[in-house]
């Protein structure tokens, strides 16, 4: 089969975000299997209260805050491959910056869109299991920390954060699909973002290397002039 210089030159500039992109987003899956799969490799009989308190209530956040980062650093470290002369090295920035976050969050809602169907079906039974195993120490643990407070809150039953930790139905995976376009769709602005920072700072960095060149030719051209 034969491919035609353009079709090599164009797998030449996406092959930069690709790249890229990829790495980054194969962190983000590493990370996001890590959190969602936890209760595959918690042993809550010899994990204290407190961590399986601060893992159910955080590592979510966590997760989504680790898939952001990712997406911007994939776009912070990004290089274009090949410049093209008659387009703007600002939009090449900006069309990478984008293309690499983006194709961090579309790995991203892949894994979570399969780890969701996971959880629905072959893996429910061992997360009900976790959930029936680590709300009684987590609730222990929040109301004992609760009466320390001044205005203590009202107290919170193991059956209700059993409830809040069951695995999801299948239905589910309808706004998981949603979530995934979404994700795609924020991550792939920050990325944008971070482009026309990148962008705006090449701009000024080369303005100020280009005025002592600038002056200086000026006063060549002024030298050669008086000598004439």
Not at 40 to 59: G, H, K, M, Q, R
Not at 132 to 150: H, M, W
Request: net charge neutral; with cysteine.
């Amino acid at each position: 089969m034969l491919h035609s210089a353009g079709d090599f030159s164009l797998l030449e500039r996406l092959l930069g975000p690709l790249r890229t992109g990829f790495f980054y987003g194969i962190l983000a899956v590493l990370a996001t299997v890590a959190i969602d799969l936890r209760f595959l490799y918690v042993d809550p009989a010899a994990t204290p209260a407190w961590i399986l308190s601060v893992c159910e209530t955080f590592l979510p956040l966590l997760g989504a805050a680790v898939q952001i980062f990712l997406g911007i650093l994939a776009a912070i470290r990004v290089r274009p491959n090949r410049l093209d002369p008659d387009v703007p090295y600002r939009s090449i920035l900006l069309r990478d910056c984008a293309m690499a976050a983006t194709i961090v969050a579309v790995m991203v809602g892949i894994t979570l869109f399969l780890t969701t169907a996971l959880q629905a079906t072959v893996l429910a039974d061992s997360m009900r299991g976790y959930a029936s195993e680590v709300s009684p120490k987590i609730a222990t643990y929040v109301n004992d920390y609760g009466k320390e407070l001044r205005n203590p809150p009202p107290e919170t039953s193991a059956s209700e954060i059993e409830k809040n930790l069951q695995p999801p139905t299948l239905q589910y995976l309808g706004r998981s699909i949603s979530n995934f376009v979404l994700r795609a769709l924020f991550i792939g602005v920050l990325g944008a973002v971070v482009g026309l920072i990148r962008g705006w700072s090449w701009q000024r960095r080369e303005g100020v290397h280009a005025e002592p060149s600038a002056a200086s030719s000026d006063v060549s051209r002024a030298g050669g002039t008086r000598d004439s």
